[in-house]
């Protein structure tokens, strides 16, 4: 069974300051790895996901995350936030091969609030 | 062009009636699924139609009812409502691959916002 927990619900921020979301997973298999985000009365839209190959993935606003795969983490980062990334956030895996039919698993959430 | 659409947006309905949300995708894909995401926002698979086959049926009580006449299309009936049922219903596609499309983009729609009362 998977498991995906984001470790904080709620993260405020200052407009142009930096910011981190954390994901850890737990799976027995190897995962592929989705950062989805959901802006207000909206459905989620994928922002950036790992498959295999450079660790480090970028979406095309500016986040990144990182899988690490030691610690079972794929945190997403911002060096500089706008007011427009306030939303809220997913982490969310899926099996590799098997016959899980995209089948994703995803945390809790995290909202970002950006302040001006 | 919207990518996926359901109908309708907002539904508000007394507790023991039966209720349908209906989504379309027009992206070509052969996968849909029903996502429910609870009043804390935790976002759950209920189920997953690979060219109108079931293929992924989560623990969900059988008065909800996915149908698909067509690939392009999965709705999901639900009978008996209850207060539990309240959530926000999103529905998704994907393209899918034979070995199993794992790694594909899903797409989701606007949500459904249902309230029994």
């Known amino acids: 069974a998977q498991s995906v927990t984001q470790l904080d619900s709620q993260v405020p921020v200052f407009e142009e300051a930096p910011v981190e979301l954390r994901c850890n997973y737990s799976s027995s298999v190897s995962v592929y790895l989705f950062w989805y985000v959901q802006y207000p009365n909206q459905g989620l839209q994928l922002l950036l996901k790992?498959?295999?190959?450079?660790?480090l993935v970028e979406s095309i606003n500016g986040f990144e995350a990182e899988f690490n795969k030691s610690q079972t983490s794929f945190h997403l980062r911002k060096p500089s936030v706008h007011i427009s990334d306030t939303a809220e956030y997913f982490c969310?895996?899926?099996?590799?091969?098997?016959?899980?039919?995209?089948?994703?698993?995803f945390g809790q959430g995290t909202i970002l609030t950006v302040h001006p | 062009d919207t990518a996926v659409s359901q109908t309708p947006k907002y539904l508000v309905t007394q507790m023991g009636n039966d209720k349908s949300i209906k989504c379309e995708q027009n992206?070509?894909?052969?996968?849909m699924y029903w996502y429910k995401q609870d009043s804390k926002k935790f976002l759950k698979i209920m189920f997953s139609y690979n060219n109108k086959e079931l293929i992924i049926n989560e623990t969900v009580p059988n008065r909800f009812s996915p149908k698909s006449p067509d690939k392009a299309h999965l709705n999901l009936h639900i009978n008996s409502l209850e207060l539990g049922d309240s959530a926000v219903y999103f529905c998704?596609?994907?393209?899918?691959?034979?070995?199993?499309?794992?790694?594909?983009?899903?797409?989701f729609g606007p949500g459904t916002r249902l309230l029994v009362l």
């Open positions: 992206l070509g894909h052969d996968t």
């Open positions: 969310a895996v899926s099996d590799v091969g098997g016959t899980s039919y995209g089948k994703l698993t």
């Open positions: 790992y498959l295999s190959g450079s660790t």
């Open positions: 998704a596609s994907s393209q899918d691959r034979l070995s199993g499309g794992a790694w594909e983009t899903q797409y």
